[in-house]
């Protein structure tokens, strides 16, 4: 079976919300620790283990790279797969304004990468797995709209057209 692999590299915007986010919630724990007045329980159990949990499960759905074969997209995460299959996409299209405007519905904006449920005016409802929205690839299904960033988006593209039209998937 034929393989193709893709890193997902990060933005600049991407490590600076990181980096901010994770310093801003370890700032939340340190204070709760070392408050002159202790808070409540409950409020203390919040506020000492609400952090480190939202940042492991960021990490944990982080978007490490994207692998192409023969039939599925895999989007490599932290700790998962999610796989795409090539059956059914209508196109794949390369825009680096994809992402632009977007509002996050269930989604993580930007800690570790973006993942997650959007809306956009230009693309609808869709679904992110990215990490350098300048790189998207829009992947169009009948129901469904997601957004990928490999590290090459060309390469990609090419590449997953060639599949699709090599298998003659039906659309």
């Known amino acids: 079976m034929t393989t193709i692999e893709f890193r997902a590299p990060r933005s600049k915007g991407l490590y600076v919300t990181t980096a901010t986010?994770?310093?801003?919630?370890?700032?939340?724990?340190?204070?709760?620790?070392?408050?002159?007045?202790?808070?409540?329980l409950p409020a203390a159990i919040v506020l000492v283990g609400l952090p480190p949990l939202l940042?492991?499960?960021a990490f944990a759905g982080r978007v490490r790279g994207y692998v192409l074969t023969e039939d599925t997209i895999i989007v490599q995460r932290g700790f998962w797969e999610t796989r795409l299959p090539l059956a059914g996409l209508r196109s794949v299209t390369g825009d680096v304004d994809a992402m632009r405007g977007s509002i996050r519905v269930l989604a993580n904006g930007g800690v570790f990468s973006f993942t997650g449920r959007f809306w956009s005016s230009k693309?609808?409802?869709?679904?992110?797995?990215?990490?350098?929205?300048?790189?998207s690839i829009v992947l169009r299904y009948p129901q469904r709209t997601v957004v990928i960033t490999p590290h090459d988006p060309?390469?990609?593209?090419?590449?997953?057209?060639?599949?699709?039209?090599?298998?003659?998937?039906p659309k």
């Open 123 to 135: 693309l609808g409802w869709y679904r992110a797995f990215a990490t350098d929205p300048s790189r």
């Open 154 to 169: 060309q390469h990609f593209i090419m590449r997953a057209r060639t599949l699709i039209k090599a298998a003659d998937f």
């Open 55 to 57: 940042i492991g499960a």
């Open 21 to 40: 986010t994770v310093a801003v919630l370890a700032l939340v724990v340190v204070a709760a620790l070392f408050a002159p007045m202790r808070p409540p």
